[in-house]
């Protein structure tokens, strides 16, 4: 897991993202990145879990119970402090750098023609 | 058809992986196909075995019985790829990918696997993961 001075990864990112936005389960949060991306980042099973593990293991996540009628099978995943701790230093950081290229004048990028 | 494959994939990734989100897995790729039309079922397969030889070699190296399955497993996809591309670029008849696959990856996968089967007898990549229970 990242220090939480360093970038995250970008699925560690997504998945921390699309849970701030409530309680999901393992489909709903790749449809949820899906769509917070605007369809520019999509991750499939096997990347989407190894980075729930690793979110588990570092109690940036907790694994949380679902709605009683649901699939049995489906687990539902909860952004525990520490992760929205996380998810803030890293939009903070975001901020930070677009801050100082707006500063620079580096951005917004002019494009060449 | 295409979750069983799907879950004989999954029974080569690290056995804790499999232990802990094995059957999350199957299930997520069966809705992600469940809900994508032609073009996106093709993108879920591609992007699933991108994903499958990321991440699933580092277990290969922890256990040495995965090795030899898991190369003639290369050969076999390889082989697949190169047919499917051959057939997509000169329209040939669809049995042409499965004819032609025999004979270019049979040389190799065959002796391997009967290689991998007299050492390791009875032990397949899905009851490995029993095993690791």
Redesign the interface.
């Known amino acids: 897991m990242p220090q939480s001075d360093q970038p995250l990864q970008p699925a560690t990112f997504w998945i921390l993202f699309a849970l701030a936005t409530g309680d999901k389960h393992g489909y709903a949060i790749m449809r949820e990145t899906r769509k917070l991306s605007d369809g520019e980042f999509e991750m499939g099973p096997a990347t989407l879990y190894t980075s729930i593990q690793r979110l588990l293991d570092s109690a940036w996540i907790e694994e949380v119970s679902g709605p009683d009628e649901g699939d049995r099978r489906r687990r539902y995943y909860h952004l525990a402090k520490t992760g929205k701790e996380a998810l803030q230093s890293e939009m903070k950081r975001m901020e930070a750098l677009v801050r100082k290229s707006k500063a620079l004048r580096l951005w917004p990028m002019e494009s060449k023609s | 058809m295409n979750t069983q494959i799907y879950g004989w994939l999954v029974g080569f990734?690290p056995a804790?992986?499999r232990r802990?989100?094995g059957?999350?897995?199957?299930?997520?790729?069966a809705?992600?196909l469940r809900d994508a039309d032609a073009m996106g079922k093709a993108r879920?397969w591609r992007?699933?075995l991108?994903?499958?030889l990321r991440?699933?070699p580092s277990n290969w190296a922890a256990h040495p019985a995965l090795r030899v399955p898991a190369i003639s497993l290369a050969f076999a996809i390889l082989s697949l790829a190169t047919e499917g591309a051959m057939h997509y670029i000169t329209g040939e008849q669809a049995r042409y990918v499965f004819a032609s696959l025999l004979p270019t990856s049979a040389p190799v996968v065959i002796p391997l696997t009967v290689m991998w089967a007299c050492r390791n007898r009875g032990m397949t990549a899905l009851n490995l993961a029993d095993k690791d229970r």
């Open positions: 990734y804790d992986l802990d989100f059957e999350e897995m199957v299930l997520v790729f809705e992600e879920v992007r699933a991108g994903e499958f991440l699933a």
